[in-house]
Each structure stands twice: as structure tokens, then as C-alpha cells.
């Protein structure tokens, strides 16, 4: 039962955020595709114009960021990206839909696990990996980031919505836990305001280096800050709430600070 919510949630939301992604990616340099020249992956799958569940997979990946750093098809779903031929190439690959899939989102995390270690890790101290390994319920990567990551799960609400199709359901799936939606809410809205303090003060750093100030301890600090913030984003993954959020809170205002100040040295008089 818990696992048929779980996939009816997956896939409403899964197309969701592919409708919300296409504005964000889009403008994405394309310079990338070079590189791709000999990847038959690529090249085929570029051409095909049907069905819908190839070419929308297709183009997701061709906007994400792991197009921009060099992760293939192949990296993810195997089979050999330097065979033209159809069959050949797909030896190896397995339906993600397939318990023995690399993708099956049971298996996802020891896949993304071999660039990704850090979230990884934290993901595997959670109860949430427990019962995905050892019952298959439970958020797995795919459910909170699309195909090719692109974008994530992203706004308070949706976020809540999400935890509540477990963790405060009206057909009681589990025990009713109302302030769980309710904390993930605030730690989304903590990590949102934290990551826009975070570019606020980047601007202003940029404006000083344009006017040759000496603002050497405010980017120090500002480093900090930004390695707070990877730290609660990384953290996130355990899903300890109150610690995440306690992060995302002092890598905001670390990153006030530096915002203050720089706006006291590029605008002395106001
Ligand atoms: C010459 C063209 C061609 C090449 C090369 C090719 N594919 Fe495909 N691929 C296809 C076609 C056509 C389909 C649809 C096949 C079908 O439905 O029977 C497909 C289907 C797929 C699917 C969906 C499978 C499923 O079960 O739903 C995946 C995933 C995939 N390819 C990945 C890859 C990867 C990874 C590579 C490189 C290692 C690759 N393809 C190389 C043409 C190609
Ligand atoms: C970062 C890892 C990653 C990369 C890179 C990647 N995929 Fe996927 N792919 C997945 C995951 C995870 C799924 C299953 C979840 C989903 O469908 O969103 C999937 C599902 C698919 C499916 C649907 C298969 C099915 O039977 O439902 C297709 C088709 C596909 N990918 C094609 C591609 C093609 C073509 C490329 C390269 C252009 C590619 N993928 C690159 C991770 C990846
Ligand atoms: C071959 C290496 C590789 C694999 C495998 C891989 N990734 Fe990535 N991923 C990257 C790189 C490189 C980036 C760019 C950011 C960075 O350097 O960490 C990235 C970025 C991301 C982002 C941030 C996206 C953005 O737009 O900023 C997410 C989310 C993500 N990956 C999820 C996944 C998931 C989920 C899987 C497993 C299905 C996966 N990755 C597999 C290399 C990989
Ligand atoms: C419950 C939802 C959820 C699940 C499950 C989830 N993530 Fe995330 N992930 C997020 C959120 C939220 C962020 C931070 C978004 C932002 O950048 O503002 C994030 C960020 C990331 C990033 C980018 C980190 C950075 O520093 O920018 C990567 C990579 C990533 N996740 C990989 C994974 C992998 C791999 C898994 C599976 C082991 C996974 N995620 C499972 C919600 C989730
Ligand atoms: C697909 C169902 C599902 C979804 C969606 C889900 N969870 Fe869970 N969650 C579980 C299960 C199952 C457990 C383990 C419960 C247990 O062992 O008692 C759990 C446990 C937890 C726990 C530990 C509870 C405790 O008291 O130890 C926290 C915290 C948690 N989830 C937060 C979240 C958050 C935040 C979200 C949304 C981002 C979320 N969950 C989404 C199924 C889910």
C-alpha cells in the first residue's frame, strides 16, 4: 500500500518539476555538445523524435547540469557509448524499472554514490535508507530530483506536500506526524533565504572588485559562509531537520555580515 502512494506520488511529482525546470536550464551554454561527439548515446538519441517517455528523457539530460560536466548517459544507465549500432550499445542497460537496474530507486543511492559520497553518506544515516533497503519504501534520489537532476524539489510547499503523502496522510499510511511537513517547510525556506543572502553579498564582492577596494576579510568570510551552506545542503540528506536548519541559519548570517559590510564600504554615504 505504502508503496503504491509512494509511486503515484513519484511520477505527479516528477512531471511537475519537469514543467517547472525548463525555464531555469534552458540557458545553459551549449558548448558541451562537442564533447559528446563520439558518444553514440548521445548522438542516436538526439535524432529520435519518438516516444514521448525517450525524448523528453532526452531532453532533460540535454539541459542538466551532468550534460555540462561530462556525465553521459552511460554513466548512469551502462552499455557502451562507443558502439553505433543499437543492440550493441545497449548491452548492459537494464529498465530502470527492473529490481536489478542500477537505477531502481532502491539501488540509486550506491549508483549516485560514485560522484555524490557526501550526500550519499548522509542519506545512508537516515531512517529513510533503512526501510528503502530493507522494504523499498521511502524516498529514493529520483523522487526528490528529476531525471538528470536538473532541478530539485525545490519550494517549501512542495516539499511538505511531498513528506505529508507519508508522514501525515488522511489514510493514516503511518502514524500521523503533522510537524514534520511542518519542519521541512521551514528548513526549505531556511536553505531558500540563505542561498539568496549567499548571491546578494556575491554581487556586492563583484562591485568591489570592480572598484579595487581591499576587501580581503570579507571574502574570507564569505567562503565560510558558502561551505556552511554546502554543509546544510549535504546534511539535508540525513534528514535531521533542526541541525540543517541551524546550518542554513548561520551561513545566512555570516553572509548579512559580509553584505553589511561591503555595503558600508561601497556606499559610505547612505
Ligand atoms: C543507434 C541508436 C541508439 C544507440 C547508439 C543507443 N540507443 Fe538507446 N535506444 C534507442 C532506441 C531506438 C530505443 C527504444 C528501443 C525500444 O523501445 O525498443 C532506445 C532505448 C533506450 C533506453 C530505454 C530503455 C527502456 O527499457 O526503457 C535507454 C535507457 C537507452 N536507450 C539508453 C542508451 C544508452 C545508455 C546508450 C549508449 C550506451 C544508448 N541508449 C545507445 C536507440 C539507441
Ligand atoms: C545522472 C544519471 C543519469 C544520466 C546521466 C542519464 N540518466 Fe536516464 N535515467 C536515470 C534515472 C535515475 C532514471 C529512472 C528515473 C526516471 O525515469 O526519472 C532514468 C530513466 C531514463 C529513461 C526512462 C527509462 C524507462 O524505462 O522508464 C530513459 C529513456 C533515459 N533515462 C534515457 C537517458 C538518456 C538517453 C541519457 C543520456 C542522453 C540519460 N538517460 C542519462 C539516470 C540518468
Ligand atoms: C559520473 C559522475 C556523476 C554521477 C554518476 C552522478 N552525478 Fe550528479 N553531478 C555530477 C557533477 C560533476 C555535478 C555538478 C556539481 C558538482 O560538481 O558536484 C552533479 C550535479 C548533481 C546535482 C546538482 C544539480 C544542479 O543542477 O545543480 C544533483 C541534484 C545530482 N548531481 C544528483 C545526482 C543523482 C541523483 C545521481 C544518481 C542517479 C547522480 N547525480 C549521478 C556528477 C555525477
Ligand atoms: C527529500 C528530498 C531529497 C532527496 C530524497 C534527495 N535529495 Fe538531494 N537535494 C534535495 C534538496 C532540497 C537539495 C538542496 C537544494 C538547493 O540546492 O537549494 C538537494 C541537493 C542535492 C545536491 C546538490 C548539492 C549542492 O551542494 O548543491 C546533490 C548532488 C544531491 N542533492 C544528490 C542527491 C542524491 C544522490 C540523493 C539520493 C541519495 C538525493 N540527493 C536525495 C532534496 C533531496
Ligand atoms: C514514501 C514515504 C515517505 C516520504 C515521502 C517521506 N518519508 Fe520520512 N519516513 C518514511 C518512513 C517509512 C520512515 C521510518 C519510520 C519508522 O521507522 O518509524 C520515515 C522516517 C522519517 C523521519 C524519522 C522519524 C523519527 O522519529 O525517527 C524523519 C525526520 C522523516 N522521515 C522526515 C521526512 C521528511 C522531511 C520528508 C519530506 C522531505 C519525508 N520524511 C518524506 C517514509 C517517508
Redesign the pocket.
Known sequence: MVKKVFAVFFFAFSAFIVISSWGV?ATLSQDAQAEYKDNNCVSCHAKLTTPYKLTSHYAEWQI???K????GCE??HGGDPAIKDEKRAHQGVISPQNASSK?FPKN?PE??????QG?VSSFTESKHYQKLKEAGIGPS??T??IH?????LYTPEETATMCSTCHNSPNKLMPPRPEIPEAANNVMQSIRRANTMVLWADRLVEQADAKKLDISDQKKEQKIARAMLAEAKVSWHAFNLDSVRKKADDAHDMSAKVKDSLRAKLFPQQ
Not at 111 to 116: A, D
Not at 148 to 152: D, E, I, K
Open positions: 536550464r542538466s547540469t551532468h555540462e560536466k561530462f556525465v554513466k548512469c537505477l540509486l549508483t549516485c554514490n560514485s560522484c555524490h550526500i534520489c529520483s526528490c530530483h538528470m537532476a536538473s532541478q530539485v
